[in-house]
């Protein structure tokens, strides 16, 4: 099945492209026991590693309408991984809002180079409430002692589990040919009993990947789940802040949620406030499969502490990036990535207040990724991108000139969050404002298809088109399903939103 997240968002979110090259949590469970995926298109070469400046040439004339500014390609390991543009090379005078686009192209993944993998803290949390009996957690175990003999020798590991309350298994522990047998025996005596203490879990799964060495920077907590928190604080806005704080230090969630019982806006919060990943399983048998994903991603770790700052040029201002974990800064915003896997594509947008003047050429905002590369040794480096933008006040020119790229992530992201709020008319059984949604989101994706000009964002807009159809076709079948099915159906089309791909 599909990774599911549903409508706490807020009507933009980050997303990568359907064209990455990590299968993303939007791939069926039994696919995404695949390998990660082939490498970003090598770039140009020999780049200043430590801070690239991509500043394209103003155009000599207005009227001439030039040709668009060439956007920072997809580089190697030598190149900057980072690009950025605003919704179009021309802004109006005075103070409006617009969009910039931020992408980030990570390069081939280190093992496929043969260089030594980052080790890693993992804490598997279980839920062990009475809703996980029978095949629920016989699957749990079986996943989870697959995925801890699948970790070398070296990675840290811990196992917890929560009911009524939240309970060590396996305090962190080196894995190694000594301690491997008391991480099965404990594994194997997990058993359902009790009420879902979400909040207690996490707490006692975050203090275990806290306590790992800054040898072990990849931490993940990887949560099992099929029902809702109802002990202790079980808000999804309490929840997510717990998980904000771990990742503070740098512990990101993976979110399994299982059947079609469990909070989805919970796991939702944890996996947004974590910068983590969320799927949705329609069986228990398919957690393995998860779990191997999982550790694919752990196997190609190529950066760690990763964060995008967005700094504004003077007269602009930064509002915000919605449904991403942010901070501030002074007048700057940073986006919170935590760890970055090889091949992984990842995108965003923000929102801006820019006060043009009456004309010339300006900086829009300083884009800096910063990382600690985890083939180098974990050195900390920064990249990176200048967007700018021109001066004019011929509307018509605005329009000819949007960028290509800005305004493929733009639609995409509107027709995915369009697709999450029909979900949730589905689960509500309001079947007719579903499709009215789902109808609007379609169009906007073909009508972007139709305006782009290069073949792969043309192919992106009508992959993201077929997937919006195919979620309209769900919501009408939904119509005339039972109560159980339609909310199956109704976190299928969640799960299938373009908005969380590759995350």
Known sequence: ??????????????????????????????????????????????????????????????????????????????GVWIGAAGASDFVLPGTRETQLGVWIDVPAARAARGQPRTPAAVVLLVDASGSMQGPKMEHARAAAQAFVDRLPDGDLVSVASFADTAQARVSPTV??????????????????????????????AEQHALTAPSTHAVRRVVLISDGQANIGPSSPDVLGALAQRGA?????????????????????????????RLYHLSEAREMSAVLERELALLQTTAATGAFVEIVPAPGVEVLDVPSERTERAGDALRVLLGTMFGGQHREMLVRVRVNAPAAGSHPLASVRLHFRDAEAGNLPRVQEVVARYDVTSDPGLVAARQNEKTQTIAAVIEAGMMQLDAAQEVSSGNFGAAEAKLAAAEDRLRQQAARARSDKDKERAVQAASAV????????????????????DALEMNSASPVWSGR
């Open 1 to 78: 099945m599909r990774t599911m997240l549903a409508g706490l968002l807020m009507g933009w979110a980050a997303l990568s492209c359907a064209a990455s090259a990590a299968a993303p949590p939007g791939t069926s469970a039994a696919a995404a026991a695949a390998a990660p995926g082939s490498a970003a298109e090598d770039g140009a070469k020999g780049e200043d590693e430590a801070k690239r400046v991509a500043v394209a040439v103003a155009p000599t004339a207005a009227a001439e309408a030039p040709s668009p500014r060439p956007e920072p390609a997809p580089a190697g390991n030598q």
């Open 469 to 488: 159809a195919s979620a309209r076709k769900t919501a009408r079948a939904a119509a005339a399903a039972p109560p159980a099915a339609r909310r199956m």
């Open 175 to 204: 894995l190694g040919p000594s301690t491997r047998p008391a991480v099965a025996r404990a594994i194997a005596a997990l058993g359902p009993e009790g009420s879902t203490n979400l909040f207690d879990g996490l707490r006692l």
């Open 248 to 276: 503070s230090h740098g512990v990101q969630i993976t979110s399994i949620g299982v059947g079609a019982d469990y909070d989805e806006r919970t796991l939702n919060a944890l996996a947004v406030g974590s910068s983590g």
